[in-house]
C-alpha cells in the first residue's frame, strides 16, 4: 500500500469548488451526504466504505487541504486513480462500483461541510517526539491548534442537527473538552441552536495489507457519545457500513472511555514489544533462543500475547499513542504523572533498532563497516505493506550510513522510501555480484520467508554475514548458511 | 488451601530414619525410587502425583527439614492426614490411594537421596526485598547459600547415575553454574564416575485451588537438560507423571533456556499487570469505568491477555520471580543493568494496595477512618484460594490499622491469617450488627459475587461506605446499593 504521488498542476487556494459539489449533489438526489475529513490511510478507505454502505445509498464527499501534499489526493480520486495503492483487492473493486454509482466526490472546500448530515473525522493528530542522538525519546509534546482549526472550519458552516463522528486517535478528554465547546460556540455565533449537534467518537482498528477493507467494515467497533442522542446517532450510522451481525458494537458510557480506549489498545501492544526487549538482549547473553521460548510460553492462553524479538516497532500510532495518552492525563486532566510506564514503553521500543546494531555490531566482532557493502531486505515497519512511516528500519540504517558502510535497499512493496528520499530496488539478484559483505533481514515480508532464491543466491556466495533482525530464517536455513557464512539473528544467542 | 499445622513433639534432629527408610523400601521391592526434597504447596503435590505415576509404580519419599515450621507436615503425612487443604477432591483422593498402596514416605534423612533414582527438587529459593514504609521497593537479593546446603546435601550421598530433576525457580543459569559443578565435585570427591549423573530443569505450572492436581498432570510442560542424556531421562520421567498424549511435552535448547521461560512467563503477567496500574488511576479521574473498556479491547484476539483493576499482586512466584531474574542477568551473566523494565513492574504491582487506599481515602472525603468501624471481605491474594503469602491485603490492612481503624476479617478459606497471626472469621452476620461504617471488598472469592446474602445485609443498613478494590460489584446492584450508601469501585471513576 502506498499513495500515489501524482502531477497536481496549481494548487486551487481560495477558488471555490461550490458548482461542482452542487452539480454532485443534484446527481445524488435526495441521499445523505456522508463527509469525510482528511483523505489519508483511514479516511480514503471510510470514503469508499460509506459509498458502498451495506444499507444505505449515501453521497459521500471527501475532503483534504489544497496543499502540496494533500491535493494530488482529491486530484486523483475524481479522475479515476484510487490515491492509495494497496494490496487487498477490495479496495480497487469499492472504488470502482462508487465511481459507477457516481456517488463519491473529493474536495478542497470546506463549502462540503454545510450540506453534510454526518462528518467523519479522519484527520492526523500527531505527537511532536524529541530525540536524542542515541535515539532516546526526551520530550514529547502535543500541538492541537490545526486539529482546533479543522473543527472550527467545520462549525462554522455545518449544520445544527449534525453528526460529527470523530475517528482520529486524540487524546482522551478531546470530544468533551475541545470539540463539543467549539461546535457549540460556533452554533450559538451562527444563530442556530446548540442542542441539536451530535458528537461521538468511534475508533477505527484499521490494519493496512491485505484485509484493508475488512479491518473496517468486518470488525469490532467501539463507540460512544457526548450525550445519549449522540451515542444513538452513531450506533444507527455504524450499523450502515460495519457487519454488526457478525461484529456486534460495543457502548461505552462517554466519550472519555472510548477515547482511552483507542490509546490503551495501542499502549497495551507497544508495552507488550517493550516487555520483550530486555529480555531478548538477555537471551543472547544466555546463548537462549528466545524464540523457541516465547512459543513454549504462548502455549498459555494467558500468555498468548507475548511478542517475539525483533528490529523494533513504526507506524502512526504505537509509537505515539502511548505519549498521546500521557499528555492528555497531564494536560487535559491536570494530572502531571501523565503515564510514565507507558510512555517508557515508547522510550524502550524506540531503542530496540540501536540493540539491534550493537549485537549485530558485537558479534561483527573486529569487522570494521567502513566500506563494507551491505544489502538491507525491507524497508516498512510491518510485513507485507508498504508502509514506511517511522520504520525502525531507517534507524538501523542511518548507523550503517554513519558508519560509513554502502547499503543497497530493497523492498518489494516500497519503490520509493519517502521519509529519506531514496529509491529502494525491487529485485535484490544483482547486488550479490556485487561482492557484498552483509545482509541484513529487517522486515519479515513473507518474499523472504522460506525463500528459495534467496537461499540459492546465499549459497552462491563466500563469507557473507548474514543478520536476520527480524527472525525469519528457520532452523535448517541456519544450519544450511553456517557451513558458509556467519550467521546471526536478534534473539538468539544459542548459534555460534 | 492451606497448611494443617499439628503439634510434633520433639524435633528429631540428629536422629536417624534410615530404619523406617529401609523397611519402606523393602516394602516396595524392586520399584524405581523418587524423592522429592520439599514438601511445600509443590512438592506435597508431586510426592501424590508420583506416588499415582499414569505409567509406573515408583516408591515416592518426600523429604524436608527437621524444623519447627517444616516437621509437622513430614509426621502429618505418615501419620494419615494430608498436611495441604486443598479445595482440589483429587488431593485426597490421590492421597488415600498411596497409603492404601504403601508407596508413599516421608521423611526429613537425607539417607533417602542415597536410594533415589530421580530426585526432585521442589524447595523455595526466596529474593529479600527491601521497601519503605510507602510499599516501594528500594533493594532485592538473593541469598543462593541453603539452596546451595540442599543441593550439597543430594551430592554427598545421591547414585553417581541419578536424574536431578529441577522444579524451583531459579535464577537463569543456576542448573548449569550452580548445580552441576556442586554435583560434580561431590561425585568426584567420592571417587565416583562424574559423568553419569543427569541434571534436567522443568517448571510446574501449578495454580492452587479446585484444579489443583490437574494443573500439574494434565497441563503443559517446558523441559530441558544440561546435556542430552539429562534431556532425555528427564522426557521419560516426564512422561511417566503428566498425559502428554493431550498435552505434549516441550523441549527447549538449554538449562538456561526453560529457566528463563520460567521467569519470563511470570514477569510476562506481572508486567501485563502493572501496565493497566497507571491506567487505572487515569480512569479514576477521567470518571471512566475501565472494566468496560478493557472488556471492549479484549475482543481482539491480539489483546485478550490485558488485565482488570485491583487492589494487587500476591503469591509466591509473581512478586518475586522478576526479580529473580534481573539478579540473575547481574549476578551469573555479569550484566549490571539486570532487567529494570521486569523490576518495575514489581515495583509498580508493590504499590497498587497503596494507590487501592488512596483512591478511597480521597473518596471518603473528610471523613476520619479513626475509631470507624470497617469489615475486610477477604484476606487471600487471590480469589477461591486460601493462599495468603505476600497478599495484597496485608498491605491495605494495615493502613487502615495505622490510621486507627477497627478493622474485622472475613475469609471463606482462611481462618487465621498466618504472616500477621491474626483470627480471620468464617462468618460475617453478626460483624452487620456491629455498627459498622465501612465494607471493603478485599478478594474476589465466589461468595462475594452476585451474593444474595451481601446484598440483604447491606440493604439493613444506613449509610455505609462500601468499596469494592476488586471489581465484583455488578451494575445492578452498585445502582441498589448507591441508594442506601455510598459506593465505589477501583478503576471506576463513572461513579459518584
Redesign the interface.
Known amino acids: 500500500m502506498s499513495l500515489i504521488n501524482k502531477n497536481y498542476g496549481l494548487l486551487p487556494r481560495n477558488i471555490s469548488d461550490k458548482k461542482n459539489i452542487d452539480s454532485f449533489l443534484l446527481n445524488n438526489n435526495n441521499k445523505e451526504v456522508v463527509v469525510i475529513q482528511g483523505l489519508g490511510f483511514v479516511g480514503a478507505v471510510m470514503s469508499l466504505i460509506c459509498s458502498n454502505s451495506i444499507t444505505n445509498d449515501y453521497a459521500v464527499i471527501g475532503v483534504d487541504l489544497p496543499n502540496k501534499d494533500t491535493y494530488w489526493k482529491i486530484k486523483s480520486l475524481n479522475e479515476g486513480v484510487f490515491p492509495i495503492k494497496a494490496s487487498d483487492p477490495k479496495v480497487e473493486e469499492y472504488y470502482l462500483k462508487a465511481m459507477k454509482k457516481g456517488n463519491l466526490y473529493a474536495t478542497y472546500d470546506s463549502y462540503a461541510y454545510s450540506i453534510a448530515d454526518t462528518i467523519i473525522i479522519d484527520i492526523n493528530l500527531d505527537v511532536k517526539k524529541k530525540t536524542d542522538d542515541n535515539n532516546t525519546l526526551n520530550h514529547y509534546d502535543v500541538d492541537l491548534s490545526s486539529f482546533k482549526k479543522a473543527i472550527e472550519s467545520i462549525g462554522k458552516i455545518c449544520k445544527e442537527n449534525v453528526l460529527i463522528l470523530v475517528e482520529t486517535t486524540v487524546p482522551?478528554?478531546t470530544c468533551n473538552k475541545i470539540i463539543k465547546p467549539i461546535i457549540k460556540n460556533c452554533l450559538q455565533r451562527r444563530g442556530l441552536s446548540n442542542n441539536k449537534f451530535k458528537i461521538a467518537h468511534s475508533y477505527e482498528?484499521v490494519m493496512p495489507g491485505p484485509d484493508y477493507i475488512d479491518s473496517i467494515q468486518n470488525f469490532?467497533r467501539?463507540y460512544s457519545g457526548i450525550d445519549e442522542k449522540s451515542a444513538n446517532a452513531a450506533e444507527s450510522f455504524l450499523k450502515t457500513i460495519i457487519r454488526t451481525d457478525k461484529f456486534p458494537l460495543?457502548r461505552?458510557?462517554?466519550t472519555?472511555?472510548t477515547e482511552?480506549?483507542k490509546v490503551?489498545?495501542n499502549?497495551?501492544?507497544a508495552?507488550n514489544i517493550?516487555?520483550v526487549?530486555?529480555?531478548s538482549r538477555?537471551?543472547e547473553?544466555?546463548?537462549?533462543?528466545?524464540y523457541?521460548?516465547v512459543?513454549?510460553?504462548r502455549?498459555?492462553?494467558?500468555?498468548?500475547?507475548?511478542m517475539l524479538p525483533g528490529i523494533g516497532v513504526g507506524g502512526y500510532c504505537l509509537t505515539k499513542d502511548p505519549l498521546l495518552?500521557s499528555w492528555s492525563?497531564q494536560n487535559l486532566?491536570d494530572?502531571n504523572?501523565g503515564?510514565?510506564?507507558?510512555v517508557?514503553g515508547v522510550r524502550?521500543n524506540d531503542k530496540m533498532p540501536i540493540y539491534a546494531y550493537q549485537f549485530m555490531q558485537k558479534e561483527l566482532e573486529s569487522i570494521n563497516l567502513k566500506d563494507k557493502k551491505a544489502l538491507m531486505l525491507g524497508v516498512s515497519y510491518r510485513s507485507d505493506v508498504a508502509d514506511t512511516r517511522y520504520t525502525p528500519v531507517e534507524t538501523f540504517y542511518n548507523l550503517l550510513i554513519d558508519n560509513n558502510c554502502e547499503v543497497f535497499l530493497h523492498d518489494p512493496y516500497v519503490s520509493f522510501w519517502e521519509e529519506i528520499e531514496l529509491d529502494v530496488l525491487a529485485e535484490y539478484e544483482e547486488i550479490f555480484n556485487n561482492s557484498l559483505d552483509i545482509v541484513i533481514i529487517s522486515t519479515a515480508h513473507s518474499e523472504y520467508v522460506n525463500s528459495q532464491k534467496l537461499l540459492e543466491l546465499f549459497q552462491q556466495q563466500n563469507n557473507l554475514f548474514i543478520f536476520d533482525a527480524v527472525g525469519v530464517l528457520s532452523e535448517n536455513e541456519i544450519k544450511l548458511l553456517s557451513e558458509k557464512h556467519k550467521v546471526r539473528v536478534v534473539g538468539r544467542g544459542?548459534i555460534s
Do not use: K
Open positions: 482522551p478528554g482498528r469490532y467501539v460495543t461505552l458510557g462517554s472519555n472511555a482511552i480506549a490503551l489498545e499502549s497495551y501492544r508495552m517493550a516487555f526487549v530486555e529480555w538477555f537471551a547473553e544466555a546463548e537462549v533462543n528466545l523457541e521460548v512459543e513454549a510460553i502455549m498459555r492462553p494467558t500468555h498468548r500475547n507475548l495518552a492525563r486532566f494530572n504523572e503515564l510514565p510506564q507507558s517508557n524502550i544459542d
